[in-house]
């Protein structure tokens, strides 16, 4: 009988934890924040793979979600998350790196996830980054490869002698990018310039400059250029200069090849995150960064044809 006792006082506690840890009755929903910097299709992506995740463990009942859309501005996302920390949401997707800066100024106590975030050590500015902050943020990267991205450049156009690197300039995590993509191909003897732009009011003219001074162009992940794509595009396929993306959804618009990973996946890697800490099973502060395993080769074949270029074996069209 003693036995007996135990053991459902051992079952009973560990239900009371589990409820603790969710911070939730079983009648009670689950609310959670999705902060994101603004809507594009790699974006979109993220977010919906995360919804799918917890609404196939949790049920579409048991859940709140409050989407919260900046529209490209990151003051806006400093809105969405403090509103988010007012209403005592039980969790916050912070989708990008300006959400994710907005959202860890915001709280230090409601747990984070990020998505679609290059390099949380630059973009939370932790020294000797090591995987873990050891604070309420983790989260997935989307980070390719980047010494494997500068190669792919050299080994599409292996005569390549200049190379411009567009980005936005407000974006830490593109400067982080840009940095070590210039690194590795000025060590290749590459000559490398960068053409930094601030907003899409001014992308069309600095890609006009960029197209005028190199042979073909690297855009890193950088949601700005992302959602400025179609700009980009005007000018340099005209100009007949190749565009070498860091992420599938702009090389799509505006690229010839990317090293691409599937954004909608990264969303349900970091849905099954989440789920792990609604459970109880793990502590934020212990949770590593995760990254996307397989970067896939892809191109543009649409673009491809347009410039004449042909991709190597190994690349796959973009859609197939």
């Known amino acids: 009988?003693?036995?007996?006792?135990?053991?459902?006082?051992?079952?009973?506690?560990?239900?009371?934890?589990?409820?603790?840890?969710?911070?939730?009755?079983?009648?009670?929903?689950?609310?959670?924040?999705?902060?994101?910097?603004?809507?594009?299709?790699?974006?979109?992506?993220?977010?919906?793979?995360?919804k799918d995740a917890l609404i196939a463990e949790f049920g579409k009942d048991k859940l709140v979600f409050i989407d919260g859309n900046a529209a490209g501005d990151p003051a806006t996302c400093a809105t969405i998350c403090n509103?988010?920390?007012?209403?005592?949401?039980?969790?916050?997707?912070?989708?990008?790196?300006?959400?994710?800066?907005?959202?860890?100024?915001?709280?230090?106590?409601?747990?984070?996830?990020?998505?679609?975030?290059?390099?949380?050590?630059?973009?939370?500015?932790?020294?000797?980054?090591?995987?873990?902050?050891?604070?309420?943020?983790?989260?997935?990267?989307d980070l390719a490869p980047l010494e494997e991205q500068a190669q792919m450049i050299i080994d599409i156009l292996p005569d390549i002698k200049t190379v411009g690197i567009l980005y936005c300039s407000s974006e830490a995590n593109s400067i982080y990018q840009v940095k070590v993509v210039k690194t590795y191909l000025e060590n290749k003897g590459v000559t490398v310039k960068t053409f930094a732009f601030t907003d899409s009011n001014d992308i069309?003219?600095?890609?006009?400059?960029?197209?005028?001074?190199?042979?073909?162009?690297?855009?890193?992940?950088?949601?700005?250029?992302?959602?400025?794509?179609?700009?980009?595009?005007?000018?340099?396929?005209?100009?007949?200069?190749?565009?070498?993306?860091?992420?599938?959804?702009?090389?799509?618009?505006c690229g010839v090849a990317s090293l691409a990973i599937n954004y909608y996946d990264l969303g349900v890697t970091?849905?099954?995150?989440?789920?792990?800490?609604?459970?109880?099973?793990?502590?934020?502060?212990?949770?590593?960064?995760?990254?996307f395993p397989n970067p896939v080769k892809k191109y543009n074949k649409e673009i491809c044809e347009d410039l004449n270029m042909k991709m190597p074996s190994e690349f796959i069209p973009i859609g197939e």
């Open 204 to 253: 069309y003219l600095v890609t006009g400059q960029a197209v005028d001074e190199c042979e073909a162009l690297y855009i890193p992940t950088d949601n700005k250029a992302a959602s400025s794509a179609d700009i980009i595009d005007s000018v340099t396929r005209p100009a007949g200069v190749p565009v070498f993306c860091g992420e599938e959804n702009t090389c799509l618009k």
């Open 270 to 291: 970091t849905g099954n995150m989440a789920i792990k800490l609604l459970k109880g099973e793990v502590k934020i502060e212990e949770m590593p960064i995760e990254y």
């Open 83 to 141: 509103g988010f920390v007012a209403d005592g949401v039980d969790m916050i997707l912070a989708n990008s790196t300006p959400a994710l800066q907005a959202a860890a100024a915001a709280t230090t106590t409601i747990p984070i996830l990020g998505t679609s975030v290059t390099e949380y050590g630059v973009a939370l500015n932790i020294e000797n980054f090591n995987g873990l902050t050891g604070f309420n943020v983790s989260g997935t990267s």
């Open 1 to 50: 009988m003693k036995k007996l006792l135990t053991i459902i006082l051992t079952v009973l506690l560990a239900m009371t934890m589990t409820a603790c840890n969710i911070g939730k009755k079983e009648d009670e929903k689950i609310i959670i924040g999705i902060c994101q910097i603004e809507a594009h299709a790699a974006l979109d992506a993220a977010t919906q793979g995360f």
